[in-house]
């Protein structure tokens, strides 16, 4: 029986150790302020609708594994203020490098997968765009995008 429950103890803590590993470009950002915007139906431009003092940190470019056994995924991970995994942004495609009124920034396409916190499984959320500027981190929802997520006050 000890050994039984030696061994699930380590199997949880083994994958939960190795749910995300860095790569040779992995990099962290944190961030301790959001804002977010919407596009109305009909409406051209971005509304702002809220904001809030919240701590996320990005783990941009992990592998990823959504459960053991599972095919192995790459791109960043969200983590909450307590540094556990909220979302995970699968990249599809290649980086696009564009420019726009906020800057130089590197994106990717994204499949958005969100952690249930009482299974501790990771479902499909939503798709998007995530970019990143360097300072700040955008974060599109839907295709077109009607939500916008933007991640600033870097911590260093």
Request: proline share 3%; aromatic share 20%.
């Amino acid at each position: 029986m000890k050994n039984l429950l030696f061994t699930l103890l380590a199997m949880a803590s083994f994958t939960a150790f190795i749910q995300y590993t860095p790569d040779e470009g992995s990099f962290t950002v944190t961030y301790s302020q959001l804002r977010s915007y919407e596009k109305p139906e009909g409406q051209s431009d971005w509304v702002y609708a809220n904001g809030d003092f919240h701590t996320w940190t990005f783990q941009f470019n992990v592998d990823f594994f959504a459960c053991p056994g599972c095919r192995e995924q790459f791109g960043t991970v969200m983590e909450d203020s307590q540094g556990k995994p909220k979302f995970f942004m699968n990249y599809l495609g290649g980086v696009i490098e564009g420019e726009d009124e906020y800057g130089k920034y590197n994106s990717f396409m994204v499949d958005i997968l969100s952690k249930d916190d009482e299974t501790g499984k990771w479902k499909w959320w939503e798709t998007g765009e995530c970019r990143h500027y360097g300072k700040w981190t955008m974060l599109y929802l839907k295709n077109p995008a009607i939500l916008r997520f933007d991640y600033f006050n870097k911590v260093q």
